[in-house]
């Protein structure tokens, strides 16, 4: 998404249009295609300028996606594993689930923060969770650790960068394009295993 559109609506839609984006990417199936770590620190460096409070707007972030993954552990819970024997859809891919339970089942409980930084991973993650009956207690306190390093930490990064260094704005696509591509290598590299490890098919 080019630097002006991203901008734009993070500015038109406010406080309210990311609380919901976070939340909504952070554990449910219709959220995988939202804009996570890139909105984050647009939202930051926003606040470097004084469009929003950062002592609102990093608090506000860090709720969502603690909120997003509990409904997502609990909608796994429940009714997660009808997802498995679900047809795919336009909003719906068997493929980012078997993504997701793949990272489970390598990573186990710390899942839940380190899919946090993986597209789509962390979207299905807890739902994964959920339906391997993860123990909640255990689920909560990764979910909690998650959010801070990944919701209020990738805010805080835009905004501390935004306020120390003009360049950061002047560079931003570029720098939300790098962001993107980091956080994907993790997905990718474990589909590759995946793939090399069930014969080139999943």
Known sequence: MPHFELVSLVQYFG???VFLTIFLESGLP???FLPGASMLFTAGLLAS????NPWILI??????AMLGDNVGYWFG???GIRLFLKPDSRFFKHEHLKRAQLFYEKYGPQTILLARFVPIVRTFAPIVAGVAGMNYRLFFIFNVIGALLWGAGVTFLGYYLG???PFV?????LIVLLIIFISSIP??????RARKGFGGTL
Not at 49 to 52: A, P, W
Not at 59 to 64: K, N, Q
């Open 15 to 17: 406080y309210p249009g």
């Open 77 to 79: 819970a429940k009714v």
């Open 30 to 32: 219709i959220g995988f």
């Open 169 to 173: 704005e002047e560079n931003f696509t």
């Open 187 to 192: 997905l990718f590299r474990e589909f590759w």
């Open 163 to 165: 306020d120390r260094y």
């Open 49 to 52: 300028k004084g469009f929003f």
């Open 59 to 64: 608090p506000l972030v860090a709720v969502a």
